[in-house]
């Protein structure tokens, strides 16, 4: 979400200098172009050969010697989509907050018109300061994100907030910071991973889901501010930050959760993939192997097809999209499926590849709506397709 984007990443001399280093390298790994500015105490801990090489741009430590342009500084900080201060010292939140502009970092910043994410690292006592936290209030009231520092010990050995938070998180809130909040006020239901089906107490039948994909429609629409709850079969995935999860196993209690939850919906997207069956008797004793039984039949019975059901129930103002997962006719398959279960949208892909299903990253998806639109979505990371099928959605709301 923020490829191609220029970040200014600006480091003042705190001991968590060195994790800057990392936020850089996951910016680049991002797809981000980045440009640092440093402050002169920054460079006693962590050398501009470092950030130079990584972010593959010059480094601005001087506004009178470093680069060929005598407004490198203004150039960048024209540049930036966004920009980040990691650490921000107490002196540079103080200077921040004043308009002051007396080295390189803080003249840059002052130029910045895109957003800026400050985040606060320092010894307890310091970061609780009446005037440390004065400063940080007049930051916010200006427009500034200010990251809160993590809890733990600290290098000076005393225990409180004051550390950096780790550098995929800081990474986490730029992304959410570039981008638009255009699912503010809107409550979206999302179901991810498989369904666990038992037929007795060692034994389930299940599916090859891994939540990747519905995890990450849940996560994408978190950043872009909406307010989801995750209904999730078992996975191996940690929950996305600020995202409300329901844990569930079996379909009857995905369907009892979901329809539960519909009422509260704005948008609700069935990612997970359901047992159509399940064994009619869940044994309560391991079942035994009999000697010189070369077969075995296994009684199913029908689940609730709960996608179909939200169908039946939802009302006008809710949009309804399903998944379809399927191994051939793809086409024929989902649109039929989205007919009989009255969906708005319904995103199918291919299962069964290395590329593109269950346990893969990557997802190659086509979109049909309801009103006849369609959408070819190529081969790309789960995290970004969906992106795409929240775009569609919102293109569908208007
Ligand atoms: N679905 C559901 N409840 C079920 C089965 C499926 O809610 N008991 C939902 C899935 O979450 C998905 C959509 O229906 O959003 C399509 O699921 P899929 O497994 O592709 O299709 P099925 O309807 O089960 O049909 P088939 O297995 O015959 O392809």
């Known amino acids: 979400m923020i490829k191609d984007n ?112 400050v985040c606060p690292s320092m010894n307890t006592d310091m970061y609780q300061n009446l005037r440390v936290q004065r400063n940080l209030d007049l930051l916010e009231q200006d427009g500034l994100h200010i990251l809160d520092p993590d809890e733990g010990v600290l290098a000076c050995k005393t225990v409180g907030a004051g550390r950096l938070p780790e550098p995929w998180f800081i990474l986490d809130r730029i992304t959410a910071m570039l981008n638009p909040k255009d699912l503010k006020g809107k409550r979206l239901l999302i179901s991810a991973g498989p369904t666990r089906e038992a037929i007795d107490p060692v034994r389930y039948i299940s599916n090859h889901s891994s939540g990747r994909m519905g995890y990450a429609v849940a996560a994408a629409a978190e950043k872009r501010g909406g307010e989801v709850t995750l209904v999730s079969g078992p996975v191996d995935l940690a929950p996305p930050p600020g995202v409300g999860l329901i844990s569930v196993e079996t379909c009857d209690q995905m369907a009892r959760a979901m329809l539960d939850e519909l009422p509260r919906a704005d948008i609700i997207i069935k990612v997970a993939a359901v047992a159509d069956y399940r064994p009619v008797h869940q044994e309560e004793l391991k079942i035994k192997k009999t000697v010189g039984q070369t077969q075995m039949t296994l009684s199913m019975t029908e689940n609730t097809d709960i996608l179909k059901k939200i169908g039946e129930l939802k009302t006008d103002q809710q949009f309804l999209v399903g998944f379809a997962a399927e191994t051939h006719d793809l086409e024929v398959h989902a649109r039929m499926k989205m007919e009989k279960k009255n969906l708005d949208m319904i995103v199918a892909n291919m299962v069964g590849g290395e590329d593109s299903g269950f346990q893969s990253r990557t997802n190659k998806v086509k979109i049909f709506s309801k009103d006849g639109n369609f959408r070819d979505v190529p081969l790309m990371e789960k995290t970004k397709v969906a992106d795409i099928v929240l775009d569609t959605i919102l293109g569908h709301l208007g």
């Open 6 to 117: 220029h970040i200014l990443l600006g480091v003042t001399g705190g001991i968590a200098a060195y994790k800057s280093v990392e936020l850089l390298r996951l910016l680049k790994k991002a797809g981000a172009d980045v440009h640092v500015v440093m402050t002169e105490a920054a460079r006693h801990f962590v050398g501009r050969t470092t950030f130079e090489v990584l972010s593959e741009n010059p480094v601005i430590t001087d506004l009178w010697k470093d680069t060929g342009s005598s407004v490198a500084h203004i150039d960048v900080a024209s540049l930036a989509d966004g920009a980040v201060i990691a650490p921000a010292t107490a002196n540079c939140i103080a200077k921040l907050a004043q308009g002051l502009a007396d080295d390189a970092l803080t003249t840059t910043f002052l130029a910045v018109t895109s957003p800026i994410l």
